[in-house]
């Protein structure tokens, strides 16, 4: 529990540092969304930055604490519908194909790398190195093209 605590803790300082909304976790699973609850136009590149920081957070704790972490990424970008539904232990949550094509992409995804959606990949190609990873089956969604999300690229400064 005090591993998970420290990672739980670092993601959500990071997701605060992001501008990401920390929807929910589950077990071992944390689930973020950009441009919720307020929209904004670079919500992916959010959420990319955010995993990047995930993979290496995680990756310094499994360093300081000597106990392997394997973490698994997955993103989807698209339309969702969000909100709180009931009337006890209110939680703001969010449904959809591009919450489950997310969490498809995590589930498939392999330890230690971000696992994106074909559309993602296309939105991030120009500013990060992203690595097909081919074609595979996915429960519930059929074959589709896989993405690894590698690395933001160095901003490069016009010459005037």
């Known amino acids: 529990m005090a591993l998970l605590d420290d990672v739980f803790s670092s993601f959500d300082r990071l997701a605060e540092a992001h501008g990401v909304e920390k929807i929910k976790t589950i077990g071992d699973a944390y689930m973020v969304a950009g441009g919720l609850p307020e929209p904004r136009p670079d919500h992916v590149e959010a959420v990319a930055n955010m995993a990047l920081a995930m993979r290496d957070e995680c990756r310094r704790l499994a360093e300081r604490q000597g106990a392997p972490l394997a973490l698994r990424i997955g993103i989807d970008a698209g339309p969702v519908t969000a909100g709180v539904i ?4 209110f939680i703001y949550d969010l449904w959809g194909d591009t919450v489950n094509a997310a969490s498809r992409m995590e589930l498939h ?7 994106v959606t074909e559309r993602v990949a296309r939105r991030l190609e120009r500013r990060y190195d992203v690595e097909p990873r081919g074609v595979i089956d996915v429960k519930g969604k059929g074959r589709m093209a ?6 933001r690229r160095p901003s490069v400064a016009l010459a005037r």
Not at 86 to 89: D, I, P, Q, T, Y
């Open 86 to 89: 009931g009337r006890s232990k």
């Open 146 to 151: 896989t993405y690894l999300l590698v690395a």
């Open 109 to 115: 995804g392999l330890p230690g790398k971000i696992q």
